[in-house]
């Protein structure tokens, strides 16, 4: 597809609908599509889960850093095994394209009254604001249902602002 960048010049984009959830399919679609396409830019739209007491309903979560949660060693034998988790964070703060995140949430989108409009109406007037939250996500295999999985997920870093099943394999 064409689209047409701040600058107002056209340039050439792909889109692709990965078709199935997980880390390993979002990680073999991104390596498709870097080696076929060499784009200079990759992102991914979905949902998360976020915690309640850190973002809100239609807040667009924008993950600076994907931390796999469910990484790690079970120690012990049967009933005494405990997991015990080895996050290994990959950040985008390093990188262009967080320069790119830190603009669109200082200045917001272009469109952000017409994108506010529209929210507003597709919602029926449930969402009345735009957040752009940056942060840390968890990413692992699994839908995540259980207070107390939850619970230690956000043990990792006191920072994360939820969790999804694919950003750490697009990372």
Not at 5 to 33: F, Y
Not at 59 to 69: E, F, K, P, Q, R
Not at 133 to 159: D, F
């Amino acid at each position: 597809f064409l689209f047409r960048d701040k600058a107002d010049s056209l340039k050439r984009g792909v889109a692709l609908s990965i078709g199935r959830s997980g880390q390993a399919s979002s990680a073999s679609c991104t390596q498709s599509i870097i080696g076929r396409f060499r784009p200079r830019l990759c992102l991914m739209s979905g949902f998360c889960g976020g915690f309640s007491e850190k973002v809100h309903e239609g807040d667009i979560v924008l993950a600076t850093s994907a931390i796999d949660w469910d990484y790690g060693k079970w120690k012990g034998v049967g009933a005494e095994a405990v997991f015990k988790p080895r996050p290994d964070p990959v950040s985008i703060t390093d990188r262009e394209i967080y320069n790119a995140v830190r603009d669109l949430v200082q200045s917001r989108a272009r469109d952000h009254d017409r994108i506010l409009g529209k929210t507003v109406e597709l919602s029926n007037g449930e969402l009345k604001e735009l957040r752009f939250k940056p942060g840390p996500i968890a990413s692992g295999s699994a839908v995540v249902a259980e207070p107390s999985i939850i619970k230690r997920i956000q043990g990792l870093n006191e920072s994360i602002l939820g969790v999804d099943m694919e950003a750490y394999g697009l990372y």
